[in-house]
Nanobody, 128 residues
């Protein structure tokens, strides 16, 4: 059974850091594009960033560029989202998503339709 499970969310003060984890089962994170999305209260879901399956290239939304870093660990079969310099506007539920098979080229964090398996999310609250 293909599954992704997010963890690592919590409450953090502005300027702080958190690392989210996405544990995959039933597939290898190296074999598919993997992406992080988030949904803030009252807002639409938005792509945060993604990692391309073949070469591990990462791409980020402009709003998190330079602050967030996506990485993956093949041995643990996990994907991570390191979030630094967090701000209140980063408050959201964060979701990990697995890319669809037979999707080539680079990952697209702005295209949810490119992903077919989503976790239940982990909540991040940035507040003093």
């Amino acid at each position: 059974q293909l599954q992704v499970v997010e963890s690592g969310g919590g409450l953090v003060q502005p300027g702080g850091s958190l690392r989210l984890s996405c544990a995959a089962s039933g597939f290898s994170v190296d074999d598919y594009h993997m992406s992080w999305f988030r949904q803030a209260p009252g807002k639409e879901r938005e792509g945060v960033g993604c990692v391309t399956k073949v070469d591990g290239r990462t791409d980020y939304a402009e709003s998190v560029q330079g602050r967030f870093i996506i990485s993956r660990d093949k041995a643990k079969n996990e994907v991570y989202l390191q979030m630094n310099y967090l701000q209140p506007e980063d408050t959201a539920v964060y979701y990990c998503a697995k890319g669809r098979p037979f999707v080539y080229g680079i990952c697209l964090y702005s295209k949810p339709s490119q992903y077919d398996k989503w976790g239940q999310g982990t909540r991040v609250t940035v507040s003093s």
